[in-house]
């Protein structure tokens, strides 16, 4: 059995640090790196591709809505045709730093409010997808299992990896909790531990009402700016280790 282990970088900005993404990068497989919409500026995109390169982790862009103060945690009103062109963008430009750094993207992973607005919103889903294709049509992209994203993604030709969280609960249609509700984010390890081998070696995961829903976990995101994202990250490899599960790139097991 195997799995990608991946965590969301790059969110620092100018003179603010978030994270601890030299430390958390030698612990994934794939880091989905912010390309300066939510997070991220120029000189940071450049570093967090260097580390990552030195690593040996696998590259993805996560792009988002252009919205810094908010995090990008924020819904807008967006066209599907804006959308579009803003994944391009974003992606474009992580790609560009990937190349000068002698190698090239594995993914792309929409962030935040992008995120969970295109895993029930077709047409939003459907120029994310577009956009990532068109850009380069050997990406894979990250996203819930059974959402729009995944259908989007599947109908154009593009390769996914179905996303699981280990510091997220979820509700009952299978979708994250709002990050605003209570319950939403879980800080206890052993919890969060468990919920992770629920999902990779049995396929399932248990919402926050008690209601137990089918997953596929291609990949393991660890949040980067958790206040517990290297400890539970460390503890999570172990976990997996222990039970047999390989923790690999999604590039080398995706079809």
Do not use: W
Not at 51 to 68: Q, R
Not at 93 to 101: D, E, R, T
């Amino acid at each position: 059995m195997k799995v990608d282990l991946n965590s969301d970088l790059g969110e620092s900005f100018g003179a603010y640090k978030i994270g601890m993404d030299d430390k958390v990068l030698p612990l994934v497989t794939s880091a989905n790196i912010a390309c300066g919409f939510h997070a991220g500026d120029p000189s940071v995109m450049k570093k967090t591709v260097d580390l990552a390169v030195k690593s040996g982790v696998a590259l993805g862009a996560h792009p988002g809505f252009p919205d810094l103060v908010g995090f990008g945690r924020r819904k807008m009103a967006v066209s599907p045709a804006d959308a579009y062109a803003m994944v391009v963008y974003q992606v474009g430009a992580l790609a560009a730093f990937a190349k000068a750094a002698g190698t090239r993207l594995q993914h792309v992973k929409p962030h935040g409010a992008m995120y969970n607005m295109a895993a029930k919103d077709a047409k939003l889903a459907e120029a994310i997808a577009q956009a990532v294709y068109d850009v380069d049509k050997d990406l894979i992209l990250y996203a819930q299992g059974g959402t729009e994203s995944i259908k989007a993604a599947e109908k154009i030709g593009l390769r996914v990896a179905c996303e699981v969280f280990a510091d997220r609960s979820y509700q009952d249609d299978g979708t994250l909790t709002p990050r605003g509700l209570p319950g939403a984010m879980i800080t206890d390890e052993d919890k969060s531990i468990a919920q992770v081998l629920s999902m990779v070696l049995d396929g399932k995961v248990t919402a926050l009402s008690g209601k137990v829903i089918p997953v596929r976990a291609d990949s393991i995101c660890v949040h980067g700016d958790g206040e517990k994202a290297l400890l539970f990250t460390q503890k999570i490899r172990k976990a997996l280790a222990d039970h047999g599960v390989e923790i690999v790139a999604s590039g080398t097991f995706v079809k």
